[in-house]
């Protein structure tokens, strides 16, 4: 049988990829929880302790978990070569695992918590982000696939790794004092390092490559990913270096221009995509997936009010620019990551349990792993969390913001319920009959 | 594969037993898909030779679908070798779809 360039082949372990799954649904929960306690907080600012925890725990312990999961799985699958190294995979969720405990226990209890909590968990952080960098790039290096997809991701590693040491030198700042800055105009620079640089370019670079396959959709113009990549960059850039030397002066927001147009691009190309689709009736999985691109026009469109309105009306920016952001990563990261589960983890232990029986027994297909009722239901579940959230932090309301963590939990719960289904299901495999058929 | 006037009775019969090979992820058979490319059977040297094609580089389920198509070519013809050969040439297309299979897709 030939089978050059199969992604099959170069897969990872599943032992590499599952635990990432199992602890991302996990922390997920957890920050949903933390939500509803820090309900109060939120009313009155949008940084504090509490607000910090909660950042950590979503950003690393659910989005990045998930992201380096899926991404151990993807590199294969994009890239057309094996990983670089298993052994460094396990090291980095070792790490990020102890690193978020770490850094989420110690910005809720920050008064309390001695500080080499935070800095040891910072520690281990930076670790397990050198870990998963060095294991991309040197991936990357391997691959003959240049494609502006995989330029998203590679880019987006180096954006990381930017991120997390410019967190560590904010974290020492604090105690050490190095620069002059105040950590709330460096804070701003770590923030969109980390959002724009890491989430959003690997989203983008994932997402473009993933959903026209499942949408089978083909002959899309690719023009728009590549004025996507260098507006995105060129925004970035600009606003690392205006958000840093030039703080709290009026009308800097201005590098955001290039970047919400560069996500508009990454939009339409998914959209071209969503209309060329071949399969008319969507899965729960691109269900999710859809509804995750709604919430991001949401998001987009808070961002340029954020932009706006903290010129223009600055007591009021505090509140748009925490809807915005939660829109963002409670709302699209979030919901897409939920949606792409259903596209990957079911595949990924199906192939375990059943590649070498297929055309030998009657096996279950891949969606036949989990309950498609439970997904649903926490598809309805996750609109009645991200509305109210969204309503809640504009409108300061906290017994709304906590009826959306409420749900937040709901929906955690019910999606951990299939993710655990999914790992842990076992072998169904009967005597096959064969097909009635003369010759 | 749209035209199958140029198979012999015998080849048609292999299509017929492919068409129980489900793509797991949309739940349509590959020959609706237009992944089948091409079959002969060469009878003096028991040989049957499938030519296939994925639609995506990037389908993870891509070895498990062609070893289902070898397994259960096999599973008939015995007494013949199995071969099952990966293509990108010419590139899949939607246009390969059979109209059962753009049926099946909800189109």
Redesign the interface.
Known sequence: ?????????N?PSPMVVLPHYALGAIAFIIASILLFFAAGDLTTSYIGPKVLSIVHILILGWVTMIIFGALYQLIP??M?IKLYSEGLAYASLVTLTIGVSMMTWGFWESYTAPTIIKHAGGGFLILSMLLFVYNVLMSAKRTANKTIENKFIVTSAFWLLATVLFGIFILFNVSYSWVSASSMDLLKVHVLMGMVGWFMLLIIGVAS?LMP??F?A??LNKKCLERSYILVNIGLVAGLFLLYFFPNTAWISIFALPIFIGMAMFFKYNLSAYKKR????LDIGMKLSVLAFIVFVVSVILGILTIIISDIYPIFSSKIYLAFSASLIFGFFTILILGQMYKTLP?IV??QK??DK???FTIP???DLYSEKVADAHYYTVIISIISLIIGLLISQEIIIQIAAGFFVLTGLLYAYNTFTIILHKENATPLK??E?K? | MRDTSNLSKEEQNILQIIKTVIDPEVAVNIVDLGLIYNITLYEENKHIHILMTLSARGCPVGDTIMQHVEVAVKSFWTDYEVEVELTWEPQWTPEMITDEGKAALGQ
């Open positions: 049988m030939s089978a050059a360039g199969l992604s099959t082949k897969a699958v994009v057309e490559t396959m499942f089978i083909h002959q071949l399969r008319k009736k595949f199906w192939l059943y590649q297929v055309g030998k297909l891949p969606n064969k097909p058929f010759k």
